[in-house]
């Protein structure tokens, strides 16, 4: 599990990076932001699993959901 923790907080990471660098194109800073909202997703998708909890969790979906605003 900890390669899967190391793949979310360097994809967020280089998803930071990438919004950092690329403030000044509007399209470049949108696919930044993005691959944020996926990493987070992905990591708040996968939790409950590591977990080995069986209710499923509306913390993806919310998140989902308040990025599209």
């Not at 967020?12 to 950092?20: H, I, K, P, V």
């Not at 996926?38 to 909890?53: C, D, G, K, M, Q």
């Amino acid at each position: 599990t900890s390669f899967m923790h190391l793949r979310f907080y360097s994809a967020f990471a280089l998803s930071c990076l990438g919004l950092a660098f690329h403030q000044a194109h509007l399209i470049s800073a949108l696919l930044c932001l993005e691959s944020i909202i996926l990493s987070i997703y992905t990591a708040l998708s996968t939790w409950p699993a590591e977990n080995l909890t069986t209710s499923s969790s509306l913390t993806p979906l919310l998140a989902l959901a308040f990025s599209a605003c």
